[in-house]
């Protein structure tokens, strides 16, 4: 009973072995059946499960057709020679096909062909199987002498040499293959092992074949660690979805066992088995999907990440390359070397592009004219060839012919794969194919240089390849470089603007100051010769004149006088208002400044009879710096109006201090001033009386005052006069105490000393300042 | 003391109707007057001349007077001769930088008559004569 349960779950063995063996030799066939390695490996497997089922059909046959029993014996024997012969020619193919000389491939067609022989005439002959003999267990074949001359050495040795093979790829080879061959090579070889032992060694010994079958089961190893294998290291590149379908086709299998028993125990037995196996084999499933769940889940993030880390690269090279761009626009203000350099940098900074041509507008001719190239290493003459059509092309701005012309019109990229598109007409179509010929450009695209409303041209970027080839990457880079140089023509033509409007700036400055001086001295000078002659002659009383040409030489006298108070208020005037008056500082004491100028002007009211003098305050008033000239002229003015308007009794001048300033006060009797008119006074060219008066003013003798006050930072003003005038006039101005000399800024300016010459066409004309001025300044 | 020969006056102007008056005015008073119309021409006269004294004007063509009155000081022939500048402008910094140049005197020409420019002059060259003598 047991024995018959025994060969019962001998048959679950069986059919296990079969069923996985031909199936593992169909995945690992149809995965590439073309690879060799596979067609000897699906050899090997039908090879081990004809051993295996045709051992054990042989044993149904014993008793009751011994023929049939000797023959599937013959056949299992043929089949050891098959499973020898192909493991042999597996192991010379996998991992890596081993190359081998002309000899040793000889010998392999040799040994396929003994092979061969061996098999067929193990199968059909008797020449190593010859009987059967019944025993106990079933049976022994009775093996011939030659069995063991021919027959075990061929297989061995073929088992052995494949198995070394292996041994050593296994040592030739890293990562994963070394991992996917252990497991073949453990598989092999126990199998082998086991094979070898249970069919040669121990009948030998015990002189029995009762346990042959344990070593044809141990095919269960090789195909159990071919399938680990398969499952943990993809051998054979095998997708684990085979896992599965073992599953399910054993659980079948042995389920088809269950309903094939004899008797409720064996089948009892096998549905035992068969749980076990569903179970075992779920799990496995189980394991198996979360393993491969997670190899999957971490080649997406290594995918991702690497994809990722590529854009960034990517970009960062993109960024540099920009940032380039933008040194180059910062580190120059001139435009030609600015936009020179960088259409030199971009064919090195984009693969894609062989070179740059920009065109710029002329406003002036209103044509689109070629500007500059990329200096690329074409041959000299083909680069001269092109630097001559760059700089003879001149294209009427209405043209929209050509893909230049319509780029810069409709201020979108142009694309094309043609020279000629691109700029014929005007230029010559031969021309501009020969030029692309020899220059081998394959595809252009011509993108518009502009900034907000301007527009400044276009540049044409010459590719390696026609344009529908090159990565939208590619071009985005040139559209960017493309804004990068508009804004740097817009910013160089800014600043060459900006530049040409400070030097016209400087120019007007030294012109004025010029203008200034020269006008200066050249109305003195004949001044000075009017004044110095009627000097000799109503002072000096040289040459003679009679009474009434000596009044009317004084009379010329006096107004010359007038004329030169006139030149001088005018210049100073003229100097102020174009803020040309620089203060030259000196210390001095308020009283002193006070007593020279009545000093100066003591003759005059000593003249009128009316007295001039200075009612100095009680404390010593303290030094201050002042440009002691010009206040000093601001003092006369004021004294010197006052005695003017003054008949009866004088003026007063007094100082003192008032806070952080000194306070200066020039008081008349004179006629006073009406209220009305008081805000006047201090304008230009104001003046009150006019009388007939030797000391007449120019009129703008208290405007000039007051701006000279008020570049010290002091106040000018009238004190309110007192109603309807006639007890005299207050004038008051302060001056800011200072006690350190003030920083000149113009420390060591001259004045202009050189008299122009009229070979200086550009400059004042000294016979005629007036006119080559206003002639300059318009 | 010796007899003096009539002493030399170099006019350095180029206005001819200044220079002319100042020359009729110098010759009134027994000098004798060379004119330059500017100062290349009166640095290739000087050596010939000898002056006793310069007047010398600030605003000329060519080469202006600040130059040639440094010129002048730097040559050990013209080094201590008197020379006075003249100038149309009564700006303040002429007057410092022509003193500070080497000139013994600022003379506005708008402003101070030939007679006062003559006494000038007559001052100068009495001192100069006197150190001369010593």
Known sequence: MISGLLLNMESIGVLIICITCIFLGLVVYLK?????????????????????????????????????????????????????????????????????????????????????????????????????????????????????????????????TSLIIFVRNYFNTYGIKKLQLKYLLLGFGIFVLLEVLFNTTIPIILDNQSLYRIGNYSIIFFVGFIAYGIIKTGLFDIKVVTTET????????????????????????????????????FSLIRSVRKEIKQREEMETLAKERERALKEVDERNKNLSTLQKFSDIVLDNNEMKPMIQQIINTIPKEIDECMGVVVALVDQESEKMKGYALSETNLSDGLLDKWKEVVRSTAIPLKNRENLLMMAYHSQKEQKGNNLSDFVSPPLDKTLARELQTKSDI???????????????????????????????????????????????VQRAIAYENLKKANDYLKDLDQMKDEFISVASHEMNTPLAAIQGYLSMILDEGMGKV?????????????????????????????????????????????????????????????AKKIYLKFEKPEHKLPQTWIDINRIREVLVNLA??????????????????????????????????????ADKLFKKFSQLN?????????????????????????????????????????????????????ADPFEGEGAVLTKPTTSDADKIDVKNPMESYLKQVK | MRPQAHKRVMLVEDDETLAEMY??????????????????????????????????????????????????????????????????????????????????????????????????????????SVAHNF
Not at chain 2, 24 to 42: C, P, Q, S, T, Y
């Open chain 1, 690 to 742: 006019r009388e007939k008066n030797e000391f007449q003013g120019s009129g703008l003798g208290l405007y000039i005052s007051k701006k000279l006050v008020e570049l010290h930072s002091g106040k000018i003003w009238i004190e309110s006069p007192p109603a309807g005038g006639g007890k005299g006039a207050i004038f008051k101005f302060t001056l800011p105490i200072v006690s350190q000399k003030p």
């Open chain 1, 32 to 160: 590439d059946p073309k690879d060799i390695a596979n067609k000897y490996f699906i050899g090997f497997a039908l090879f081990s499960c004809l051993i295996v089922s045709s051992a054990y059909v042989s044993e149904f046959f014993v008793n009751t057709n011994e023929w049939v029993t000797l023959l599937l014996s013959r056949i299992t024997f043929g089949s050891v020679v098959g499973m020898c012969i192909t493991l042999y020619f597996f192991s010379l193919v996998y991992p890596f096909h081993i190359k081998l000389s002309r000899y040793v491939n000889l010998l392999n067609l040799f040994i396929l062909i003994c092979a061969t022989i061996l098999f067929i005439v193990t199968v059909f002959t008797s020449f190593f199987a010859t009987g059967i003999k019944h025993t106990q267990w079933g049976f022994d074949v009775i093996t011939s002498n030659a069995y063991f001359q021919i027959f075990l050495p061929f297989s061995l040795i073929l088992l052995l």
């Open chain 1, 246 to 281: 073992i599953v399910i086709l054993l659980s079948l299998g042995l389920l088809i066992e269950v309903f094939l028993s004899n008797s409720v125990g064996e089948g009892m037995l096998k549905s035992i088995v068969w749980l076990l196996a569903v179970f075992g084999g």
């Open chain 1, 546 to 606: 009679d009474a009434t040409a000596k009044e009317y030489l004084d009379r010329v006298y006096a107004s010359s006088k007038r004329l030169a108070v006139l030149i001088l208020d005018l210049l100073n005037v003229s100097r102020i208002e174009q803020g040309r008056i620089h203060l030259m500082y000196g210390e001095i004491g308020p009283e002193e400044l006070v007593q020279s100028v009545i000093d100066e002007l003591s003759v005059k009211s000593n």
């Open chain 1, 640 to 677: 010197g109006n006052a005695i003017k308007f003054t008949e009866k009794g004088g003026v007063t001048i007094e100082a003192k201090v008032d806070g952080r300033s000194l306070e200066f006060t020039v008081s008349d009797t004179g006629v006073g001033i009406k209220q009305e008119d």
């Open chain 1, 442 to 488: 394959k595809g252009l695209i011509a993108i518009p240089l502009s900034a907000k409303d301007e527009r400044f041209g276009v540049a044409i970027y010459g590719l390696k390849h026609p344009i529908e080839d090159i990565a939208t990457e590619a071009i985005s880079m040139m559209a960017a470089i493309s804004n990068e140089v508009s804004l740097a």
């Open chain 2, 23 to 128: 020359a009729i005015r110098l010759k009134a008073e027994d000098f004798d007057v060379m004119r330059a119309e500017n100062g290349k021409v009166a640095l290739e006269d000087i050596p010939r001349f000898k002056p006793d004294l310069i007047l010398l004007d600030i605003m000329m063509p060519e080469m202006n007077g600040i130059e040639v009155l440094k010129y002048l000081r730097h040559q050990k022939e013209t080094r201590t001769i008197p020379i006075f500048i003249l100038t149309a402008l009564s700006q303040g910094r002429d007057r410092t930088v022509g003193l500070e140049a080497g000139a013994d005197d600022f003379i506005i020409k708008s402003e101070t008559m030939p007679k006062e420019v003559v006494q000038k002059v007559k001052v100068a060259l009495d001192a100069a």
